[in-house]
């Protein structure tokens, strides 16, 4: 090596893709060793058998050394529960998928999970059918103590142990409570409470919050007094006065695809909805509110928040959501359910913003671009928009059709991925249209039908987001002067207002039989095992003592 090591370590520091660390590692044992580090260090991810395989004899070789380095790691193997006999696997006809469901790389998991004493950030899709071939990883999972972030996906009595009993002082989690019989039995102050006084952050979906469940399970004495964020999707019901008494002090709050035990869903949410509203309790310092229409009528929380964020799909409920929340920022999600009847609906938008008057200063509107009633009138729509909310002094609009915008659980070459819909031609002639001067046409025509606007931010799909300001110059208060702001500038103003498009996270993944058997078992190389031509195996691999 003709080079100093600290230049071959920052030409390392400079390279994304594991392939080129690892073909720059291949150069000597030096750098073999050095780059470890670099390697792990923006986490690991794993996908299938093989993969987990060779990456647990890639950290098995030197545990000592590369351990403290894997602070994050996601497992998404995507696997089939079996039945209690072993003999459930839909792919009895073909042996190559056979023998790849019995998963090979578990036990190895299992021994450098043992060693993961720097393991922080965890995601496991597919966890109840992984902890079912290998149940030696159930023990491995309770022991870590240093994981801040969980994320667990399939549900079953292995799950749960995993997740009511590992001894990590767990600050955020995310966990799927739906399992192969579908039902929600999961309760989840109870199965939360060993981590009552550290978690600040709850995410979690199927779980059951039925008042009767509730109290049967006598969880009268468990809350979390430093949960701050608060997220309960797809939940059996809704029961205001037990979430308000275990998360007293939550700040952010979303409510998402609620389920009603009930044939008549309509009864039985306006039922629900008045017991709710009977509830004495209230967050006193709720900020943040956000949830389909639905689950928020449901909810019945009567208090003021300060941004309350609504996807909708028509305007029935569109004045008791605002009056009962009274929000200074408010930001309406418009066309992105999986049946979409909104499109008739927008040019009726401005007419049922009238309702939102008060004390909304800051108003958004997120419309998925497939809506077909997006065409060129769009522009005309838009500039009605911030005059019917009297007192507006800041206006959103984002056009987008991706789906999601945080990581999905899918691999990008996996075709469940999820992907922007085509857009219709209509639509997408009139983006394509949209200019810098059209824009700045849009805002003063808003400016002058609205009077207290003063800022306007734009994030259009194919266009770069951009924010204007409107100034009334003192020597000419009758004159209206539009200002693009530059891109830093435009996203501080954005964040200091409150108005920060907030995230679409995927949903948790399903095992997808068709899929899955028509994607078979994909070529993948073996990228953890490249060290074999530098390193010498210092540990049986057949050993699985500590």
């Not at 790849?100 to 393991?119: C, D, I, P």
């Not at 085509?422 to 002639?429: D, G, H, I, K, V």
């Not at 949903?507 to 031509?533: H, L, N, T």
Request: with cysteine.
């Amino acid at each position: 090596m003709s080079l100093n090591i600290d230049i071959y370590l920052m030409l390392m520091d400079n390279l994304e893709s594991l392939s080129d660390i690892s073909a720059l590692m291949r150069s000597c044992k030096t750098l073999c060793a050095l780059g470890a580090k670099r390697l792990l260090l923006p986490g690991v991810t794993i996908r299938s058998d093989a993969n987990l395989v060779s990456f647990s004899h890639f950290m098995l070789r030197d545990h000592a050394a590369r351990t403290p380095h894997l602070r994050r790691l996601f497992l998404c193997i995507e696997l089939q529960l079996l039945d209690d006999d072993g003999s459930g696997s839909v792919y009895e006809c073909d042996p190559e998928i056979i023998e790849q469901e019995m998963l090979k790389g578990g036990r190895l998991l299992s021994r450098v999970l043992r060693r993961a004493t720097a393991l922080e950030h965890l995601t496991i899709h597919f966890c109840e059918e992984l902890l079912e071939r290998e149940e030696s990883l159930v023990d491995a999972l309770i022991a870590l103590r240093n994981v801040r972030y969980l994320h667990i996906s399939s549900y079953g009595l292995r799950a749960h142990e995993v997740v009511a009993e590992i001894n990590s002082p767990l600050v955020h989690i995310k966990v799927d409570c739906s399992s192969s019989g579908g039902d929600h039995v999961v309760d989840i102050g109870q199965t939360l409470a060993r981590h009552r006084d550290t978690l600040e952050k709850i995410t979690t979906w199927d779980v059951n919050l039925m008042a009767g469940f509730i109290s049967l399970e006598e969880d009268e004495d468990i809350f979390f007094p430093h949960v701050h964020s608060l997220c309960m999707r797809s939940s059996l019901a809704l029961d205001l006065s037990y979430l308000v008494d275990a998360f007293p002090n939550v700040r952010s709050l979303e409510v998402s695809n609620v389920y009603l035990d009930d044939s008549s869903t309509s009864d039985s949410a306006s039922h629900l909805r008045d017991i709710n509203l009977a509830t004495t309790d209230i967050w006193r310092g709720l900020d943040y509110l956000c949830g389909d229409e639905w689950s928020i009528y449901i909810l019945g929380l009567q208090c003021p928040v300060k941004r309350l964020d609504v996807a909708m799909d028509g305007f029935g409920w569109l004045d008791i959501l605002v009056a009962n929340a009274r929000p200074t920022h408010f930001v309406l999600h418009c066309g992105f359910a999986e049946t979409v009847r909104f499109g008739a609906s927008l040019w009726e938008l401005p007419e049922a913003l009238v309702s939102v008057t008060g004390s909304t200063t800051h108003l958004g509107l997120d419309l998925c671009t497939s809506l077909k009633a997006l065409d060129a009138h769009v522009g005309v729509i838009m500039v009605r928009v911030p005059p019917s909310v009297s007192g507006v002094t800041f206006f959103a609009l984002r056009m987008s059709a991706l789906p999601l915008e945080e990581d999905s659980a899918y691999a990008r070459g996996d075709p469940r991925y999820p992907t922007a819909p085509s857009l219709p031609p209509a639509t997408r002639n009139m983006l394509h249209d949209l200019g810098g001067v059209e824009l700045q046409s849009w805002v003063r025509r808003m400016a002058e039908a609205a009077p207290t606007l003063r800022y306007v931010s734009f994030d259009l799909e194919g266009h770069a987001p951009s924010c204007w300001q409107i100034c009334l110059p003192e020597e000419d208060l009758g004159r209206i002067a539009v200002v693009p702001l530059d891109a830093e500038e435009g996203e501080a103003i954005v964040r200091a207002e409150g108005m920060e498009w907030r995230l679409r996270e995927p949903d948790p993944p399903r095992f997808d039989e068709e899929k899955m058997v028509a994607r078979g078992i994909p070529d993948e190389e073996r990228e953890w095992a490249w060290d074999e031509d530098c390193e010498e195996i210092t540990e049986s691999l057949e050993d699985d003592s500590d």
